[in-house]
C-alpha cells in the first residue's frame, strides 16, 4: 500500500509491488504487510480475516489485507459492492472468493471504531510527507534513464531540451507500468528513457464539462481499469 500527498492530503491506495519501480516511492510512504500487526496483536482486518477463514496464500493474502485497509482508510464505510470493486486486482486461484467477501462483516462483529483501523504511526508519517518540497527527479547512468516530472510545463521543457534523449524509439512513458514494467521484466524490453508521468498532478483529473468528458492520463481510475 503507498501514502501519497494529493491535493494537500495523503490518500491511500494499494499498487502491485511487482510492478511498482522504486524511484517511483520518492516522498510516498510504503507500508507492507509487515507494518500492521502490533507484536502479538492482530490489526483488526487481519483478525478478521482469520475469523472469516479468508486466508489464502502467502502471495495473495496479504495483496488482500492491504488493499482491504486501503480502502478503509479512504472510505471508513464502505457498501458490500465498493468493497467488492475496490477487491478486483486482488485474483488468487488458491480458493473461493466467498470468504473474503464476508470480511465486512466480520470487521462489524469485532466492534471496532474507523480510527483503531488506522495504524498508529500514519499521523507523524503524514506530518513528515506534507512537508516535503516535490521537485522533478532525473537519474542517467549513460544507459538507462528516468524522467519522473512534476508538472506538464517541466515535461515540455524536459523535452525540448533532451531532443537527442526522447528521439526515435528511445522514449517510453509510464504511469501505472501494468504494460511497460511487464515487457522489462519478462521481455527483457529495455529502453534509454521512461518519462514517469504519475507526479503530475493536472493529469490526474476526470472531469466532465460542457457535454465533454476529460479523463488526464495519470488517473489512478484509468490505471486500473
Request: hydrophobic share 35%; aromatic share 8%.
Amino acid at each position: 500500500m503507498i501514502g501519497e500527498v494529493r491535493e494537500g492530503k495523503v490518500h491511500y491506495k494499494s499498487v502491485a509491488g511487482c510492478l511498482y519501480l522504486a524511484a517511483k516511492l520518492e516522498g510516498k510512504h510504503l507500508i507492507t504487510i509487515e507494518g500492521l500487526a502490533q507484536k502479538e496483536k492482530l490489526h483488526p482486518i487481519q483478525e478478521a480475516v482469520l475469523n472469516a477463514h479468508a486466508t489464502q496464500c502467502g502471495f495473495c493474502t496479504p495483496g488482500v489485507i492491504l488493499s482491504i485497509l486501503a480502502l478503509y482508510l479512504e472510505r471508513p464505510n464502505p457498501g458490500k459492492e465498493e468493497f467488492r470493486r475496490y477487491l478486483e486486482g486482488n485474483l488468487c486461484r488458491c480458493t473461493g472468493y466467498a470468504s473474503i467477501r464476508k470480511v465486512p462483516e466480520y470487521l462489524e462483529d469485532l466492534t471496532i471504531h474507523s480510527e483503531e483501523i488506522r495504524p498508529s504511526y500514519l499521523d507523524e508519517t503524514e506530518e513528515k510527507q506534507l512537508t516535503f518540497v516535490h521537485e522533478d527527479i532525473f537519474i542517467d547512468d549513460g544507459v538507462h534513464a528516468y524522467y519522473s516530472p512534476v508538472s506538464e510545463d517541466n515535461l515540455e521543457a524536459f523535452i525540448r531540451d533532451h531532443q537527442e534523449l526522447v528521439s526515435g524509439q528511445n522514449l517510453r512513458f509510464l504511469n501505472g507500468g501494468s504494460d511497460v514494467v511487464v515487457g522489462i521484466k519478462k521481455r527483457n524490453q529495455h529502453y534509454r528513457l521512461l518519462v514517469d508521468i504519475s507526479r503530475i498532478s493536472s493529469l490526474q483529473n476526470i472531469s466532465y464539462r460542457d457535454n465533454q468528458l476529460t479523463i488526464g492520463g495519470g488517473s489512478y481510475f484509468v490505471r486500473n481499469y
